[in-house]
Each structure stands twice: as C-alpha cells, then as structure tokens.
C-alpha cells in the first residue's frame, strides 16, 4: 500500500499522560499536514511541514502539541500531558507536485481518547 | 474571517433521486475547490474538485462552480445508500495557504 498510513489508530490514555502518533507520507510527498477533527466539525489544521521544515503552526496550538519531521520522510505528532478536551481524531495528510493544487491525500486517521 | 459554509443538514433523499449539496465561501481569492467524503469513523476522502467557473462531471458527480456568487455545488446522481456520509466541501487560495474547510453536510440515502 503506497498511501498515507498512520499508526496507532486508536489510542486510550489517562489524563495527564503523554502520547506520540506517527505518520508516514506518500513517499513522493514533500507536503505533509496534522489536523484534528472533533463530531460534527471540519478538520482543524494544526500544523504543516514541506520536507523537514515545519513553516506553519496553528495559533489555536498550546504548548503541549509538538511535531517533527527530522528527515522530510515520516513526521511524529507529540501531546504532552493530555487533557480530557484532546480527545479527537488526528488527522495526517500529504500533497505533492511541484505547484500545490490544494488536494491532500489523507490517512486513515489516530483516534484519541482521554479519560 | 474567510470561510467556508454549509448546510450541516442532515439531507435525506430517497435511493435513485439526486441529491445536491451546496457551499459558499466568503474569500474571493479562492482559486480551487474540493469536496470530500466523510464516512462516519473515517478519513476525508476526495472525491471532486474544481477551479473553472461551470460544471465538471465524474461518473455520477458533478460539481458546479459559480465565483461570482461565490458558490460551490456537488450533485449526486442515482443517490444510493453507499452515498450517505458527511460532504466537506474545502477552498484554496493559492500561494500555499491552508485550506479552508465547512463543518460539512451529512447525507442520508434512503432505500
């Protein structure tokens, strides 16, 4: 399979603990997106890599939420000290082509809980 | 604020009529327009874009773009149950910028 893959895809955790969910591109992909989706909303983005380079992160982003992507190939997405309200789906997504055209390919999603 | 709106619904046709989902957006920079199908529990999937005032057809979807009224339409022909998800309808401004999503319609098909 050559599409986007996320892994875990479902994860349970207790407030306060941290969490990492990683996301692996289509290979030829230089764009790469995290965004969050909650029921009955859009996708939120959070944040957004070309290569290695992270060049936007949300606003609305509090200091718990880190990403990298250390070698423009996979990225990780890092929540520390969870809290009940990050319970959502995280959403990746990657673009490539030499013009962006705005289409995103995403993965299947990871599903956070806290409890 | 740019945005992007839709009806959240739920629209419920039966099986075999057309269904229509309608977008606006308020940016008129917008160059390009997707539509995304949801289904409950999983990933946006694309299903169409556009970025040419008038109509593109694929199969039993066509999208109509109007930038003058600033309006976006995703017709689905033959509605049938497998159809019923959430539409995220999505517009891109160009120049890298994010795109701007609606909170999307859910559909329901009706045998």
């Known amino acids: 399979d050559t599409g986007v893959s996320q892994d875990p895809r479902h994860k349970i955790t207790k407030r306060g603990q941290n969490v990492t969910f990683r996301c692996d591109p289509i290979?030829?992909?230089?764009?790469l997106y995290w965004y969050r989706q909650t029921l009955g909303q859009g996708p939120e983005f959070l944040t957004y890599?070309?290569?290695?380079?992270?060049?936007?992160k949300s606003r609305l982003l509090s200091d718990r939420f880190s990403a990298e992507r250390p070698k423009g190939s996979f990225s990780t997405l890092e929540i520390q000290r969870t809290e009940q309200g990050d319970s959502a789906m995280y959403l990746c997504?990657?673009?490539?082509?030499?013009?962006?055209?705005?289409?995103?390919?995403f993965g299947e999603g990871s599903r956070l809980t806290v409890l | 604020q740019k945005e992007v709106e839709q009806n959240s619904g739920p629209l419920s046709v039966p099986e075999g009529a057309i269904a229509s989902l309608n977008c606006t957006y308020s940016?008129?920079?917008?160059?390009?327009f997707f539509w995304y199908r949801q289904y409950s529990g999983k990933s946006p999937e694309l299903i169409m874009f556009?970025?040419s005032n008038g109509d593109k057809e694929d199969g039993r979807f066509t999208a109509q773009l109007n930038k003058a009224s600033q309006y976006v339409s995703l017709l689905i022909r033959d509605s049938q149950p497998s159809d019923s998800a959430t539409y995220l309808c999505?517009?891109?401004?160009?120049?890298?910028?994010?795109?701007?999503w609606g909170l999307g319609t859910s559909l329901a098909v009706n045998p």
């Open positions: 997504a990657s673009a490539g082509g030499p013009i962006y055209t705005g289409e995103l390919f």
């Open positions: 290979s030829e992909h230089n764009r």
């Open positions: 890599f070309q290569n290695e380079a992270q060049l936007e």
């Open positions: 940016d008129r920079g917008s160059q390009s």
């Open positions: 556009i970025y």
């Open positions: 999505a517009a891109y401004a160009g120049n890298n910028r994010k795109l701007i």
